[in-house]
């Protein structure tokens, strides 16, 4: 079990996610038990306990178990079931009383993000076709919750912050209406990825890529073209990974037919999102420092913002 799993969870999940941690070796085994699953060696964890698994049939899979309430997973599932195949991996079956989620397995499983930055260009072309196939319209009585709702991140951040916070409250704020503007603006809302970025494709056999672990949104398209900007690798502030974001924005745009501006307002709204997450559980007088590429891409884009 990866070390920071059990401390991820407790953080996130509070007292539900320790009970869920006692909990999982016998939800693994009547998973396993009630699917016909042989489980084999997990991935390298996070959040969620993922793990390589065969069925009965020998079809190899993914079996995904996270903590029941108040997981992602309630939104990863509808949204895979809304792509069903199409530039994401498929989901088998879904059990969200125990968090469960059984997943097809990606070969040869290789990540996108292997190709940047010396191949970004076609890292870039790779998450422009996943979209296109992503996209689709919300289905009737789709669940997934509407992307507008995540800009309350930047009011609760201004309200428990202020000027006194970590991050420059003006670039916040301006986020945060940047946002409601563009959802406001949404020409035709779609079934989003949510998370959309280099380390969340896979290049398969049935697709040239495919994605994983959608975070299920609707909203509009270029939310997830503004995701990748700031991707892979966050934590590296290398001024020539920031370098290769104006060329993104130019080649999402021309691909994905859509304005530059709109590409460069998602680009900027969604890093500043990203370490306004990042900043949630900062406490005054904690030392900060702005660990995340997403600031200096957000620094980036503002003076190209419309």
């Known amino acids: 079990m990866t070390m920071d799993f ?44 993922v793990t390589r698994v065969t069925c009965e049939d020998g079809t190899p899979a993914v079996l995904k178990l996270g903590v029941p309430s108040g997981t992602s997973l309630a939104e990863e599932a509808p949204a895979l079931a809304a792509f069903d195949g199409r530039g994401a991996v498929r989901l088998l079956r879904t059990d969200l009383a125990r968090g469960a989620l059984l997943l097809e397995r990606v070969s040869p499983g290789d990540r996108l993000r292997d190709l940047v930055p010396a191949r970004d260009a076609e890292a870039t072309s790779a998450l422009v076709s996943v979209m296109r196939l992503l996209h689709v319209p919300p289905p009737p009585g789709c669940p997934i919750p509407d992307a507008l709702a995540q800009a309350t991140a930047f009011d609760d951040y201004a309200a428990a912050h202020g000027e006194n916070g970590p991050l420059p409250l003006d670039l916040v704020v301006h986020a945060g209406g940047l946002m409601r503007e563009l959802c406001a603006s949404t020409p035709e809302p779609v079934v989003l990825h949510g998370d959309l970025h280099h380390d969340n494709v896979l290049r398969a056999a049935r697709e040239p890529w495919l994605a994983i672990d959608p975070h299920g949104l609707v909203g509009d398209p270029c939310y997830d073209a503004g995701t990748l900007l700031h991707n892979p690798d966050p934590d590296d502030r290398d001024e020539a990974l920031t370098a290769l974001v104006p060329a993104r924005v130019e080649q999402l745009a021309d691909e994905l037919a859509v304005p530059v501006d709109r590409v460069t307002a998602w680009g900027f709204v969604k890093a500043v999102m990203s370490d306004v997450w990042t900043a949630e559980d900062w406490t005054p007088g904690a030392p900060w420092s702005p660990a995340s590429r997403a600031l200096d891409v957000a620094r980036l884009l503002l003076p190209r913002l419309p």
């Open 6 to 49: 059990p401390q991820n969870v407790a953080q996130v999940w509070g007292d539900a996610g320790t009970r869920w941690l006692a909990d999982l070796p016998s939800v693994l085994d009547a998973v396993a038990r009630d699917w016909g699953l042989t489980v084999q060696e997990p991935y390298e964890l996070s959040y969620h306990y």
